[in-house]
């Protein structure tokens, strides 16, 4: 099968972890299909081989307002060109918003069905943050006309088909299809580390959405029961400055360890030195780190959002007191911990390794791509 994979941005070489899940897609898929990936703004303008596949990078950047419509015409004219030359079979564009808008253009003109894949904020609003792609008519508009024109819609999680289904998609267009991680990287430890010091650990962005101001006031709490308890913060973003000072106020600086900006592939050495992950996030469509974390033996406790809504080891939860009730709770209760251990590499493995997930968006492939032959 040929197949034009649309996205946001994508690496220019194996090395280069842009998005980690899509990169590890795209190379499951070429395996066994004729992938070209378009991407809309990073890397630079050119065109990437590797991994059996081909990147045509559009190399927009950081241009919006009038500028973006140039990119979303790019990518489709892009698509078309590509396929003048040889057909796709259809086509793929994770997000919604700018990825699907173009991928829909392209699809209705060569007449090629499109799956658009729900997978960031494109359904939310959060004025209080700011957060979402709702708060601008532009990104309404195109990922409204995407979904709309989409032959079938993906999400990664419950939570996210949920809002997929209160924006107006049929659900018999949506379709469960979370992305993948390797189970074969991201592995527990040969033996879990001691229980002292209790370790906690959470891989992300330090940015509004991600709301790490509720993780630092949980540690507070759990020290007051664990005072040897420790955090691991894996990311870096805006707001380090402003979370060290929080630390700081909460007389926190000698429980955490402060990371910065971590590789993918190095990530997993700091899972398999903690206990638990912990999710603070206003809002995850998915949550990788959350799997990765899993793969690794980790139980998750966190907020009702993304994949924690249905993964995690106790009733996610928004408050910082029922969080450090549930670690404090699990921590002090070796026997039930290490089953959750074992529990959660098992689904992590059984439910979202890579064959498990490129096989269902094959599977979905073979669906399209059937109905689109059935109309001919």
Known sequence: MRIALVVPGFSAHPADWAIPALQHLARTLAADHDLHVFSQRYPATGTYRFDNFTHFALGGGQRFGLASAKIWWQTSRAIIAQHRRTPFDLIHAFWADEAGFSAVIAGLKLGRPVIVSLGGGELIRLTSIPYGAQRFLARRLTTGYALSRATL????????????????????????????LDTDH??????????????????ASLVPVKNQA?????LSQVKAKLPTVRLIVAGDGPLQGQLRELAVQLKLSHNIDWLGQVS???????????????QTSWHESQGMA?????ACGLPVLGTPVGLVR?????????????????????????????LLRRHARHV?????SLPVTAGNFCRLYEVVTSRFIERQ
């Open 186 to 203: 991201f592995t527990p430890p040969l033996a879990p580390p001691p229980l002292d010091p209790p370790t906690l650990i959470q891989v």
């Open 264 to 278: 993918h592939p190095e990530t997993r050495r700091f899972y398999q030195q903690a206990h638990l992950y912990l």
């Open 310 to 338: 249905e993964l995690a080891a106790l009733p996610p939860t928004v408050t910082s007191q029922d969080l450090a009730a549930q670690i404090v709770q699990l921590l002090n209760d070796p026997t039930r911990y290490r």
């Open 214 to 218: 509720l993780l630092l006031k949980t």
């Open 153 to 180: 819609v993906t999400a990664g999680s419950d939570y996210q088909f949920d809002l997929g289904r209160a924006h107006g998609v049929p659900e018999a267009k949506l379709r469960l299809a979370p992305l993948g």
């Open 348 to 352: 992590a493995e059984s439910e979202f």
């Open 290 to 294: 959350v799997l990765e974390a899993m």
